[in-house]
């Protein structure tokens, strides 16, 4: 703008002094002297004004010429100024679904490891209850032995019947339950079951079609209906008939919630037993709820009863070992792994009966 005033001022500098030098050339030209117009010789254009006409011309074209570049410049700066908002826009929207890949993932990982201490908490007290049980029930039978020898050598002081002299294995087991009475009845079998009692007669036939299909299912062990033909005969046989309820919506929604390991069941602690009469989720019958049900973190809680709980429970146990078994935390053979697979088989039968 000020290079433009600049032309604007020379340009108006050199036409007054044309006007002025037109004028003097006029005066010059017609002179009069003693009463006779005389008209000199043309008199050419001084030297400055054809220089200032040069430099007004060479200025007017560094302006256009600088105009030029000006307008250039702005248009890279524009151009910059945009592919720098696009870079900023880029790099905030990546920024921010890095960040979010981060929180999901650790969301998973602190997931994983609170599952992963819960199961080794699970396992470390199991192992010391199994072991507790363990010795308790080797001093019971030691103990029983001792008595069945003495026994047989005193016959006057013999506390035996003959049916149990007959039979001394099932005499040892009767005083195991009595001694433990107050464990629960599963606790029991799985505790009866891991010792090794050398004058028990192994007289358990095994299903050679079972343990074939567990075998073939052990080489690749998924959890699913139809993921082999062991989960598949175990889903029909047992699990789908454990959790058959009048409610079978419910019912559904609860076995997909126990094969993604996503179920939370807890007691009710009321103060009056009245309180605790409430409309059972899944049987529909107005009865005792002690127990509760939820559905993935935030789901809603349902009562229902004890026997629902039982049956729901024993489907969970038999998950359970299935996801051991998948990690590889049962280290026993595959005889063992068969017989706990039977085990809990029959605990969801018992519970579906209300045993």
Known sequence: MERTSLVNAIESLLDHRSDVSDA????SAFSIENGVVTTPEPIE?????????????????????????????HEIRENTDREIEDLTASLFESAHSMVEQAKYA????????????????????????????VNELKEIINNCRSSLITN?????????????????????RRIVREKLHKRSSSDLQQSLSSIDISTKMDTNVVDTVLLREFARWEEKPSIGCDSSACMHRVYSEDILPCLTFPNADLSSRILTA????????????MRTIDENMKVCSLMGDLCQCNYRIRLGENGEWYPISRLSRNRIASVCDFFTFIRHVQSGL????????????????KQMAFARLGL
């Open 45 to 73: 254009h001084s030297t400055s004004s054809a220089t200032l006409l040069h430099e007004l011309q060479r200025v007017k074209e560094d302006l256009k010429s600088k105009d030029i570049e000006i307008q250039r410049a």
């Open 258 to 269: 126990i094969e993604h390991n996503d179920v939370t069941m807890e007691t009710c602690h």
């Open 152 to 172: 047989r050598s005193s016959p006057v002081t013999s506390v035996l019947s003959s049916t149990e002299q007959q039979q001394p294995e099932s005499s040892i």
């Open 330 to 345: 049962v280290k026993s053979d595959t005889r063992n792994r068969y017989n706990k697979i039977i085990e809990l088989r």
């Open 24 to 27: 003097n050339s006029v005066d």
């Open 106 to 133: 650790q969301a998973n990982a602190e997931q994983k490891l609170k599952t992963a201490n819960q199961t080794i908490d699970a396992l470390v007290l199991e192992n010391t209850q199994l072991k507790k049980s």
